[in-house]
């Protein structure tokens, strides 16, 4: 029977119909999964940006407690001042001789009858003198503050205040002390100053010697130069007696012996001896009106070490010799008592010897002073009255321009008090300046000089939360609820931060802190509440024993366990300052220990395309990794040991201008395994190649103007070094434009990395393929690296910018690595990309000191400081490789796949590589946290182990930065949510 026609049309209709429905129904579902994918975006974005305020909040408060601060003040003190118009009285001195024995400890000057050992009985002629002539000399213990360090102990000695931790971190940096102190109060008062010894005084003091003759003090292994080289210079300049008022000399042999061998060593002896002999021939050099002050900076341990806060670190000796009868007065015997190694020995504060110092010699005592006079140096009670009532007036006027301590009503009260006292003539005054001394300095202690030991463990137990949260987040929690869980995170968080805000505030009003201690309580709070907000949903789904469970099952297998061991291995570094030091060759030989791994695994791999190409991206990781570590910026403390290559060299130049050209070629290449070379591709690399060129141009002027006194005159004769300026000024600013601002536009806005192709002839039907359909997550979001890395070759120096292409290369063949070897949810890729970005910190030009932050770097698009102008470059140049890799850690998972069907659930793999990342810097900044308060009174604190907590802390920062704002957000979930809507998958 045939078909009617009428029936045929409606049955066209219907089939037509029902098609329009369900693809209808196929565009609701997709608009209804695009929807809920940018609510999760969002989600997950809120979610890291509580996570990044968290670790902000912690390291804030780990820094309030480690690296205090004291307010400097400017002004400095003249004879004019009203305190000091009767100071003259004092005068007592016209030359003065300083010998300063470094580390030379209290007990060292004392006997010990019946005992020997080589720190003990050597060095006698200090307390023999002053008990044979006890007017004529007076040996003291001099007490120094914490920390005991060379350079902070010169500024305690010479400006009579407290040093503060912050000042200590330049412990090491040679800057010049512009704080009033005595050496400058003696140059400004035309006293001519002879120096010779540790060269750290002609770092700090150097404008104000009139000679000067340094000598290397970080050689701890040379016992013998410097002590030679003062006892050489400084014995004729005392023979002729002129061309100098003050004589310093700065011996190190004492020190370096304990640094090398410790006090209980046989050279031990030999430099005592030695010490004794020379102070022998200076007193018999000197005349009666000079004063000769003999003194350590600090002790040592048992050890032979310093730098903390130890008795025996503590516990310098001082001793003030004249040969002018009737010059000290010495206390009643009993102050002297030398039983039990001096335990109950008279003793006073080293920045006592401040306003003694400057009363005896004449001076005005410096402005920020906080010392009190010696009394022995004062041979009346009269006299020593009047030193006390000029140092009281003296601190007094310190603190009333201090905003700190001026409205500290108990220290104002005994002010008062005092003068009342003087006024009276009473016999109290001494003794009451005593205590109101006493009194001044405990408060500036509290404010400066101690570490915050509570502040500084809520920081820590702040921050190694924030890992606890991180790992259960996002490696314990299974990735195909975590989407859904976010829904119910995020309003806690927000909700619980709220209301713990509320109540820490109440609670501080109720406690009536100050300001400041108000909004550390409001940021505890906030702080809590953020944890809570966590905890409450977690807890609520899984309970603690689960999570155990889970991290038991999970992590195990040969990658995970090999990942777990690198981040140990980097972690424990901190433990020791010799490990910390040689970082950049831990971190390769870890790298180069996956490439080997990664070799061996690639043999198993059944396909053999894939075998051969693991084998050969395997050996490229590691030969990159060993070519690079050629690169090298050496620190101080690594010596002789390590020669630096780092530097501004034609070569290089040549070689940035050959990469330009040929690195675009390594990037089509991979993009070509993939047929990935398509529409924006090849757009963006040609691109990226003007760019190079024009980066390589830049940094070819650069070098041009930074030699022009080197280069030919026939090439300068044809060139004008201010259009070469202009000219550099121009391309930098250019180049900055347009990675920074117009391709990340471009990018968002752009086309994919795929092209339509279709095959076949006019008169058959034709297929059509997608070209880059494999790959057009990872192809597409490389091109935002592309961006990125751009702008941070820029400002980058040419060997650096090297390293850096070695790192992109790395990058490539490591995403290749991770699909062919199976592991792009796994431990080891993360933790990869974060050995790669701190490697590739060291080898762009930087250390973890804060003298190689390249500053100069800063001044590429402007020529003054211009907020963010100055401030990006040197943020992209010091950070530039974390940067790269917090922006890389999606292509783990996008590099060579399809377009998912399930984009919410490849957006929850991303945001848990994301996670692992920052756990992995996590890990590494919570180490640098803990080892740095465990040395904080280690001899390198300051020099070490702050600077490496310091650069940890920032890199955190950074890397929160870039995952939240650009990673998550921005890149991965713009991106998933595009091709989502184009492919509809």
Sequence with gaps: MSEKPHDTEDSKKRLLKQNNSNLNSINNKNNIRNGRLKIISFLYTLIFVSIALLQIISIAFFTKGFLLSRQVL???????????LNSHELRNFD?????????LRFDFTIPEPGIDKPYRNHFTLPYELSTKYPDQAVLLKFVADPPTT?????????TGSLPTFVDAGSNFDGDIIEEDNFIKQLYKHDKRISFVGDDTWEAVFGPFLNQSKPYDSLNVWDLHTVDNGVIENLLPQLESNKDWDVLIGHLLGIDHCGHR????????????LQMNEFLSEVISKIDDDTLLVVFGDHGMDRTGNHGGDSLDELEAALWLYSKKPQTFRPLSKGTYDINENGKNYRSVNQIDLVPTFSLLFGLPIPFNSLGAPIEEAFKSESAFQLANYLTLHQIQRYRSFSTSLKDDSLINAKFEKLIELHQKESTEFNEKFKEYQHASLERCKDLWARFDSVSIYIGITLFAISLLILVVYCKLIPSVVIGQLSEEVVPAVIAMTLLFIVIFGAVSLVLKPTFLSQLWFVLLGAAVGIITGFCIPVFDRYSPLWILRSSCDKLTGFWTLLALIFIFIHAATFASNSFTIWEDRILAHLLITFGAMATIKSLKVPSKVDRVMGIYHSVSFMVITRVTSLITICREEQGDVCIPSFGMKWWVILLLFFFSQFFPSIIKAFYSISDSYQSAAPLWNNLFKIILFLISCYWSME??????????????????LSSIHTGKSTIARIIAGVTLVAANYGWSRGPLCVKLDLNGDETSDKEACILGYHNVYGSEYFLLVMNFLAAILLFTKPMGQLALYGLVYQLLAFFELVRILDIRSNLISPTVLGLLGG??????????????????????????????????????????????????????????????SKPIALYSTIVENCGTLLAYQTIISLSTLIFATVFKRHLMVWKIFAPRFMFASMVQVVINIVLVVFTIGFGSGGLTIQISKIFGT
């Design 95 to 103: 030359k003065a001789v300083f010998v300063i024995i470094d580390a």
């Design 839 to 900: 490697y590739y910190f060291f080898k762009t030009g930087h250390q973890a000191t804060i003298p190689s932050i390249n500053w100069e770097i800063g001044f590429t698009l402007v020529d003054s400081i211009i907020f963010p102008l100055t401030h990006i470059p040197i943020a992209l140049n010091s950070f530039g490789s974390f940067i790269i890799i917090a922006l890389s850690v999606p292509l783990i998972t996008f590099w060579r796949i399809a377009p998912s």
């Design 150 to 158: 060379t350079l902070q102990r010169l500024k305690g000695l010479t």
């Design 74 to 84: 400017d002004s400095h003190s003249s004879l004019q001042d009203d305190i000091f």
């Design 261 to 272: 061998y410790g006090p209980d060593h046989h050279l031990m002896e030999e430099k005592q």
């Design 703 to 720: 070098y041009i103007e930074s030699n022009q006194s080197t280069l030919s005159a026939n090439i300068l004769r044809k060139l004008s």
